[in-house]
């Protein structure tokens, strides 16, 4: 059963408030999806998006005045740092490119969001800066000194969310840092000519305080909506900084939208791992007033060790729904069937007969023995396990459970070894078939080349591990599983990742299940 504040009676004016225990709440997987289906690619975006390496990370979308939809990006890969691109992008509603502006001016962009009057407000947590744009691209605000963190009444630290209330009011969730002994998880509050009102919060877990305040949203009541992501919750306060509710249903919010209606839409791109475990990736849809859960959108993804799932989101005036999936580099759109201009998805194609070439590609997807997931899938799941295990190895205070870790990375890594190079032949086998489609052998090198990269890098955590194996005392061993621990973050984003998304491009360009894990 749900145990949730939301669903409990308000206390008295005497009697202290009390909120509901997490440990309480059974994690809300079993929602419909609703009526919404999934379109990805979707806009014209400015690069490639056949390479993974040319893409850039969406963080943020909205819909302005004019119902022209805002993305904001990372320029290149996943940071604007040194880049020439332009990190804010304007579509019309049918995704063609009208406009792009903020070059030049953002090291890492984290929050898009749009004001009543039409103005662009982001955030720059890189660069501690928030910053207000015309429709058209210029700069008329900034609130903080760009490249100076610190705080009120003049600076801010690692700026995440903003929201603009009706009375002009600025609201920002500063904190990017989920230690426990952060130096900033606050919230301040600006006047509209970018003065400072007050702030309210510090690091902890206890209810008012806060751990990576991630986002933040306001309700047609005025009230705002704290994504306390490291707290796997959602805090809600009215403007003054008093705390009203503890919400745990929409598990580990990264993006939170409020529309007029007061709909809520939670994009959860980290649950499931140690961080949130048993709650499933995804977007949760309910009501920002009495905080039921109506629909759940999972994540193509949904139970994977690394974050996956949506992280920016949007909403636009038809109930249409963007993603900005910020790990794979995607900005998904999910269409609500019965609006104006969607349309049921067309029904399934019959498959077609499978060739020598598909038959190379279902082994690296679907099936391949002893793998009888696939061998990306084999590859991609032994992954996880390393860099959960590196993570608990580097947490370990005592020698015996830093070791104990580093033997379960180092079991699992001969078999992401030998899935990897195992991919990067059955890739080149379906490329050299008669059967081989225009998809297969214009992504086939892509696959290759990433899959020998994710073996690559499987043999230097190797080495590194046995390493810390033999290291005779903590004082020894702890920065090697700091190092391994770096490196399986770097096997993930820099060698499975591109594997995927290559491999995705494929099975998309195919019409087959884009599904891996």
Not at 27 to 54: I, K, M, Q, T
Not at 266 to 292: L, Y
């Amino acid at each position: 059963m749900l145990v949730a504040a939301a669903l409990m009676p308000a206390a008295s004016a005497q009697t202290p408030r009390t909120f509901p225990d997490q440990r309480l709440v059974t994690p809300v997987n079993d929602r419909p999806a609703g009526p919404y289906a999934r379109v990805h690619p979707w806009s014209e975006l400015p690069y490639d998006a056949d390479v993974y390496d040319n893409r850039a990370s969406v963080i943020g979308i909205a819909e302005g005045p004019d119902r022209n939809i805002y993305v904001l990006t990372r320029c290149h890969r996943n940071s604007c740092e040194g880049r020439p691109e332009a990190p804010i992008l304007k579509f019309d509603p049918e995704g063609r490119l009208l406009a792009s502006f903020g070059a030049g001016l953002f090291v890492f962009p984290h929050n898009l969001t749009i004001d009543r009057d039409g103005h662009v407000w982001t955030t720059d947590e890189g660069n501690h800066a928030v910053r207000k744009f015309t429709a058209d691209g210029t700069l008329v605000m900034t609130i903080g000194a760009p490249g100076k963190a610190g705080g009120p009444p003049s600076l801010l630290t690692s700026p995440t969310g903003v929201i603009v209330a009706p009375s002009g009011n600025v609201f920002v969730t500063e904190g990017h840092d989920n230690s426990p002994t952060a130096a900033v998880a606050r919230v301040t509050k600006w006047t509209a000519d970018g003065t400072f009102i007050k702030s309210w919060g510090k690091t902890g877990t206890a209810p008012g305080e806060f751990s990576t305040p991630h986002v933040i949203a306001i309700d047609s009541r005025g009230r705002l909506f704290v994504g306390d992501r490291h707290n796997n919750r959602i805090q809600i306060f009215d403007q003054e900084g008093n705390l009203l509710d503890v919400w745990y249903q929409f598990g580990r919010p990264s993006g939170i939208v409020i529309t007029p209606d007061d709909r809520i839409y939670v994009a959860d791109s980290e649950s499931f791992d140690f961080h949130n475990p048993g709650w499933e990736k995804g977007i949760r849809i309910g009501s920002a007033q009495d905080g039921s859960v109506e629909f759940f959108i999972r994540d193509i993804e949904p139970t994977t060790i690394s974050h996956s799932g949506a992280e920016g989101i949007g909403v636009d005036s038809r109930g249409n729904i963007y993603g900005g999936v910020v790990r794979r580099r995607m900005l998904e759109r999910f269409v609500r069937l019965g609006s104006d201009r969607a349309a049921p998805p067309a029904p399934a194609a019959p498959p077609a007969p499978r060739g020598e070439a598909l038959t190379h590609l279902g082994h690296i997807t679907t099936s391949f023995a002893p793998a009888p997931g696939g061998l990306a899938v084999t590859a991609a799941i032994e992954v996880n396990a390393a860099m959960f295990h590196a993570n608990l190895a580097a947490g370990q205070p005592g020698l015996d459970l830093l070791k104990l870790h580093t033997v379960h990375v180092l079991n699992v890594l001969p078999s992401v070894v030998t899935a990897a190079e195992a991919v990067a032949t059955h890739i080149e086998l379906a490329t050299r078939a008669a059967d081989a489609s225009p998809a297969i052998r214009k992504h086939s090198p892509n696959v290759a080349a990433a899959a020998r990269a994710v073996a690559s890098k499987a043999q230097a955590m190797r080495k590194l591990a046995s390493q810390a194996l033999a290291a005779p005392s903590h004082t020894v061993a702890a920065p090697l599983v700091q190092q391994l621990r770096t490196l399986a973050l770097t096997l993930d984003t820099e060698g499975m990742n591109p594997l995927e998304a290559a491999v995705y491009a494929i099975l998309e360009a195919e019409q087959l299940p884009r599904v891996l894990r």
